[in-house]
């Protein structure tokens, strides 16, 4: 009698870069079915299509909680999330079922850090408008204080989360002649010596920065920590960026600040929702830059996160070692 | 909001008032004026200088009270007549016919600008003046901005605040807006010099693999400071995944970006240009980004400035113009003031300027 080998049904969410579709094809034993779209998969083709699923490679625009969990069944013995963020997973159901998560840190860190520093540049040194003069006919001719903005030169800059990307992004922003460097968190980092970090409260962050990154992870701690109170400690001149989670930062109090001058300008590469509805108020303000989540949006990176995320998923359906492994 | 308004009111307020040479002066200010060097200003330059012309108690002077608009060339005309020095701005042609009728008391020109091609050296150098300029004090700002372009292109910074704005916008997806990175690229620069080291310094910490660069020789001292390797024009165009332009406008200059040096570039590189815009043929930019042959343009300097709304550059998804605001951050343009104020009161005192522009 011939051995049936038992093939691993895998279910991906969306149509991924190539380098990750080659080495799923490669992979033995694995039958893949896909929502073959760059748009979302809809919330029934989803759950059709994980019924007795092993593996579920997905995006962090897809929203993997209990009712998906139910459907895919028992098979299911690994996720694998093409992304660094894993807010969109629901972690005591996964943790609950015993199944294993891939995510994809590290290879997104210089794309990510390279976006938030593009969009602190882009924010201070006022881009978009500078643009928007040019097309419509403001730009009349070399102005002495027309379009100024705030240089780094000289600045304290704080990044509220130094973790691999806040650490990348201060890197980044040192040759510009930065003058101190503070950071907060739940913790020290003895890495932060490298960018002679400065450990405070976020409070004194708040006060005593000219620029603010937020970088860090959402939480149920973090979550709205940029609010009227956060605000209000800024400087007039300050800078505001927030490249993480768009639910660290309330938004209503946000354009509060922005409108009534209690900081200079904002720039956000995460809102919520996602997309920013366009008649959303932050869309009206001269000094509010909104991009829309492309913080590791370069061809090499996207490639390289969809290897990864192949790879993780391969590992978790061989029960092998996954090269990122999220521990829940 | 931001602080131009609210900043420009305050320095306003603090700003100084021309010395006036109307009505109502008593004969002794008079004397006492008369005894005093007289300068023009072209323009409302940032409260800085202007105040430390007034505190000099050294020169009286005239000032074309406006921050926005240049002042015309037959009322620039009129109002040199006589001066001692003049103090301007990069819109204001020093030729033959002003400095003709400026005569000959005009002893020091101070131009609040690190670029002098609005400046007629032959003519001013015939006739003794001596040039002060603005070079150093903005070399931050303008590595800064220049670096803000170059990522605001290969990033799409600006299809993508558009497609925020209009509804472009879905949910996430894996190769929407997606761009060349810095990391593992070589970096090119055509001039190395002041400006074009600093870029480089803060090109570094984003991972390039390379920086190389082309001149009309090699620069070691500078080239040393980012371990630049000096290589020839083609190699430059050949090499580059980004180019930056860093070089004065000169007529060895003029135009050298051009068809020949895009037609060897790479299709995914990103060229910058915040040099001056005299550097680059535009219509074969134009070229260049409508064909794929380059994959996109940043420029903070165009021909002319402003550059007309109808122009073919507009309708480039892949080309982003700024209306030169390289240098343009508060701090840095009250220094440039300052510097060219002081310049301008050092030279006519017969003293070495700060910054002064070897003839």
Request: proline content about 5%; aromatic content about 6%.
């Amino acid at each position: 009698m011939k051995a049936v080998r038992k093939l691993m049904k895998v279910f991906i969410t969306r149509r991924i870069p190539p380098e990750g579709m080659k080495i799923l094809a490669a992979a033995e034993g694995c039958e893949v079915s896909q929502w073959d779209s760059d748009e979302p998969v809809p919330r029934s083709e989803l759950l059709k299509g994980v019924e007795g699923a092993h593996g579920l490679l997905c995006l962090l625009s897809d929203k993997i909680d209990k009712e998906v969990l139910d459907a895919a069944g028992p098979n299911l013995k690994v996720i694998s999330t093409m992304s660094v963020g894993f807010d969109h997973l629901v972690h005591s159901e996964i943790k609950k079922r015993g199944i294993r998560v891939g995510y994809t840190p590290d290879v997104l860190t210089d794309a990510t850090a390279e976006l938030t520093v593009a969009l602190l540049l882009a924010t201070s040194r006022r881009l978009p408008e500078g643009v928007e003069e040019v097309k419509s006919g403001g730009w009349s001719s070399w102005k002495p204080l027309w379009l100024c903005g705030y240089g780094l030169s000289g600045s304290t800059v704080g990044i509220v989360g130094l973790g691999r990307i806040g650490m990348a992004i201060a890197q980044r922003l040192l040759p510009f002649g930065v003058k101190r460097l503070l950071y907060s968190g739940r913790t020290a980092k003895t890495y932060a010596a490298e960018v002679n970090g400065e450990f405070v409260p976020l409070d004194t962050l708040a006060s005593e920065s000219d620029f603010i990154v937020v970088s860090c992870s959402l939480t149920p701690e973090t979550q709205g920590m940029c609010d009227k109170a956060f605000f209000r400690k800024m400087k007039k001149t300050s800078i505001f960026i927030n490249s993480s989670r768009g639910a660290v930062v309330n938004q209503e109090d946000l354009y509060e600040a922005l409108s009534s001058g209690q900081i200079a300008a904002a720039g956000l590469d995460v809102t919520t929702p996602e997309p920013l509805p366009t008649n959303h108020p932050l869309l009206t303000l001269k000094n509010c830059v909104v991009l829309p989540h492309i913080g590791s949006a370069t061809y090499s990176t996207r490639g390289i996160m969809s290897a990864l995320a192949a790879q993780n998923l391969l590992g978790g359906l061989q029960g092998s070692d996954m090269p990122s492994e999220l521990s829940l | 909001m931001w602080g131009s308004r609210m900043a420009l009111r305050r320095l306003q307020k603090i700003a100084v008032a021309p010395l006036s040479v109307k009505e109502g002066i008593t004969s002794k200010i008079q004397r006492e004026m008369s005894t005093l060097q007289r300068v023009y200003v072209t323009r409302q330059i940032p409260p800085e200088g202007l105040r430390i012309l007034k505190e000099s108690g050294q020169v009286q002077f005239e000032l074309w009270d406006s921050d926005d608009v240049p002042v015309s060339r037959a009322e620039l005309l009129k109002k040199v007549k006589g001066v001692d020095g003049l103090l301007c701005v990069l819109t204001e042609k020093i030729d033959a016919e002003l400095l003709d009728a400026a005569g000959p008391n005009l002893k020091v020109l101070s131009t609040m600008s690190v670029g002098f091609d609005h400046l007629s050296l032959d003519e001013l150098k015939k006739r003794g003046i001596r040039v002060g300029y603005t070079p150093e004090v903005l070399t931050d700002a303008v590595a800064e901005l220049t670096v803000a372009l170059l990522l605001a292109t290969s990033r799409r910074l600006i299809e993508a605040t558009h497609e925020a704005k209009t509804g472009g916008w879905g949910t996430w997806r894996t190769l929407w807006l997606c761009g060349h990175e810095l990391a593992n690229s070589t970096v090119g620069i055509l001039g190395l010099g002041r400006i074009g080291v600093a870029i480089a310094e803060r090109l570094a910490p984003f991972k390039v693999k390379k920086f190389i660069y082309t001149d009309v020789a090699p620069r070691p001292e500078l080239a040393r400071a980012i371990n630049a390797e000096y290589v020839s024009f083609d190699e430059l165009a050949k090499q580059s995944d980004f180019l930056a332009v860093c070089c004065a406008l000169t007529p060895e200059t003029k135009e050298i970006c051009n068809k020949e040096l895009f037609s060897k570039m790479k299709n995914t590189s990103i060229f910058i240009n915040t040099s001056r815009g005299g550097v680059v043929n535009q219509e074969d930019l134009y070229e260049a980004l409508s064909t794929g042959q380059i994959a996109g343009a940043g420029l903070d300097v165009t021909v002319p400035e402003p550059l007309p709304t109808n122009h073919p550059l507009f309708t480039l998804k892949n080309c982003v113009i700024l209306p030169h605001i390289a240098s343009a951050s508060y701090t840095t343009r009250n220094a440039m003031s300052a510097l060219a104020a002081n310049n301008l009161l050092l030279g006519l005192r017969g003293e070495p300027m700060i910054k002064e522009l070897k003839l």
